[in-house]
């Protein structure tokens, strides 16, 4: 009966394992990503990287929700993750956004074989 008071009073447990499993799905799919209409091609080591710190500080938030009865936060969190994620795309200028691209090729070409 105790698990079952905890669940319905932290009711997004389990959300966290589909988000993680949605969000490998689309990282090991898509190895692209469009940025104000470009597409850019995302290191495959990179996005597990970003993925395991991603997941790591989504755990920390979660636990942190768990351990204050503070539910919302986790919601909270993952909906300004998206909005300054989107933003900050948003906002990348075109120079910048070359600079990437160089870095992207010049980092592709250095991994094939002579």
């Not at 966290?16 to 689309?26: I, M, V």
């Not at 979660?62 to 969190?77: H, M």
């Amino acid at each position: 009966m105790q698990n079952l008071r905890k669940e319905a009073r932290f009711p997004y447990a389990g959300t966290k394992n589909l988000l993680l499993f949605l969000w490998s799905t689309l990282v090991y799919l898509s190895m692209k990503y469009r940025v104000n209409g470009i597409e850019i091609p995302l290191d495959r080591k990179e996005t597990a990287a970003a993925k395991r710190m991603v997941a790591k500080f989504m755990e920390e938030v979660e636990k942190n929700s768990k351990d204050t009865g503070n539910t919302s936060l986790y919601f909270t969190t993952l909906i300004l993750m998206q909005v300054l994620s989107q933003e900050a795309l948003d906002h990348i200028d075109s120079e910048t956004l070359q600079k990437y691209m160089e870095a992207c090729e010049k980092k592709r070409k250095e991994s094939l074989p002579d």
